[in-house]
């Protein structure tokens, strides 16, 4: 082994620093402005009321050995085996005017281009709006999601061979569930279970319960969509099997037919109790569930679904200290979306205002201030552009900040989408 003179050791070291210098240097000019903060924009609406049709299916995932796990930033993603299946859920509801999908997927988040995957492979069915979210276990497939960060730190190696996969068997469950249409009643439950939520963070609690509840023409139930905040992380991650973490438990301890679950605002939100297990927690919130009373079901609701574009703000990962702060935005800038979506999608007299994002309870709360008194924020739909944080807390650095991919003005931004797809719905028929 040749030894290197203390001299060209020095000489090496300080040629590699001054490289690192004039890299950052570079990294830290201006190459890009500010993205604008234009209006949000109505990209599509559709409404109607009338007879009630609706449908619902599960597919389980068909994973290859080894498949990547994604959730946590981990030194290795292959899997080691399956815990409990893992897959996708969809409901379809049609009204005179109007045809909507809601699909659950038991994976961390949804980027867009597995959006994308699934709408290109349901074009035919006529649907004037899409619903796709995921349960955010950190312990479901990975490798679907093309992005250099997100294979890093999230969710594996990106293979399209995975991305098809989970994107087929999405879709496969949208077009179950339209072929299974047929005449239903909707009611809506609401209740709080905070015993059973808690802020990481040291925010506001947030444990609030929206339940839709289907069944067919005299009472034979059919399926229960459920909207709850808190963390899929009970397995930790030292976990290296595929599993739906405490939503997967939850979801197959459905009495009410087929469950679908959103996660509610779930920036700071984890899980709350004792001796924790994904059955003991999925097994609590299911209770919860079950105890909630609704009121005589509705065969004749107002469906209506709009979705706004709304321009993001440049990107500040707020990972990123202080001198790193300028090269970071400029690598962050090529990475992540200009624009996002929001969604929001009225059944009856529950309003669902889908985000593509994370937000911390109190922004959420800001959010809704805005809104009909019955909104329900969804997180994790449609696309991810990371955590939304508190403006004031960005500015001194705490809570969910170090998650955050964009500055402090996408709260803001996020909420005026929001209020622009909800008042879009809300001019529907029905109380308003």
């Known amino acids: 082994m040749k030894i290197l003179p203390g001299r060209a050791v020095s000489f090496t070291l300080l040629s590699l620093a001054v490289t690192a210098v004039l890299v950052l240097g570079v990294l830290s000019l201006p190459w890009y402005g500010e993205h604008?903060?234009?209006?949000?924009?109505?990209?599509?609406s559709a409404r109607g009321a009338?007879?009630?049709?609706?449908?619902?299916?599960?597919?389980?995932?068909?994973l290859p050995p080894g498949v990547p796990i994604g959730g946590f930033a981990r030194l290795s993603y292959r899997s080691e085996g399956v815990r409990?299946?893992?897959?996708?859920r969809a409901l379809v509801l049609a009204v005179p005017g109007c045809k909507v999908a809601l699909a659950s997927a038991e994976i961390l988040l949804v980027p867009e281009a597995l959006e994308?995957?699934?709408?290109?492979?349901v074009t035919d069915l006529g649907l004037d709006g899409l619903?796709?979210?995921a349960t955010h276990t950190h312990a479901g497939p990975g490798g679907y999601w093309a992005q250099a960060a997100g294979e890093r730190l999230a969710t594996g190696r990106y293979d399209p061979?995975?991305?098809d996969l989970?994107?087929?068997a999405i879709a496969d469950a949208i077009r179950r569930a339209d072929a299974a249409l047929a005449p239903a009643r909707v009611a809506v439950a609401r209740g709080v279970a905070d015993e059973l939520s808690r802020s990481r963070s040291g925010g506001p609690e947030d444990g609030r319960l929206t339940v839709v509840r289907l069944d067919r023409e005299g009472g034979v139930p059919l399926a229960e969509l459920v909207v709850f905040p808190a963390h899929a992380t009970i397995l930790g991650m030292a976990n290296r099997k595929i599993s739906g973490d405490w939503p997967g438990r939850f979801l197959a301890q459905g009495r009410r037919g087929t469950r679908l679950f959103f996660q509610g605002a779930i920036g700071d939100q984890s899980t709350e109790g004792p001796s924790q297990t994904p059955e003991t927690f999925g097994d609590a919130v299911s209770a919860r569930v079950d105890g909630l009373s609704s009121p005589a079901p509705d065969p004749a609701p107002a469906l209506a679904f709009s979705a706004v574009e709304l321009a993001l703000p440049s990107p500040e990962p707020g990972a990123a200290p202080p001198p790193l702060r300028r090269a970071a935005r400029t690598l962050a800038h090529a990475a992540f979306p200009a624009t996002g979506r929001v969604e929001a999608l009225r059944i009856g007299d529950v309003l669902l205002v889908a985000v593509p994002a994370e937000p911390v309870a109190s922004v959420a709360a800001g959010w809704r201030a805005s809104l009909p008194a019955s909104a329900t924020i969804v997180s994790l739909a449609g696309g991810y552009v990371g955590y939304v944080e508190e403006p004031a807390r960005m500015a001194d650095r705490s809570g969910e900040t170090v998650r955050t991919y964009f500055?402090?003005?996408?709260?803001?931004?996020?909420?005026?989408?929001?209020r622009l797809a909800a008042e879009t719905v809300r001019g529907g028929p029905g109380p308003r």
Do not use: K, S
């Open 36 to 44: 604008a903060a234009t209006p949000p924009r109505l990209l599509q």
């Open 50 to 62: 009338g007879p009630l049709r609706a449908g619902v299916a599960a597919v389980t995932f068909d």
């Open 84 to 88: 409990d299946p893992v897959g996708a």
């Open 116 to 121: 994308a995957a699934v709408r290109a492979r």
């Open 131 to 133: 619903v796709l979210a």
């Open 161 to 163: 061979h995975l991305r």
């Open 166 to 168: 989970v994107a087929g």
């Open 407 to 418: 500055g402090p003005d996408l709260a803001r931004r996020l909420g005026e989408a929001a």
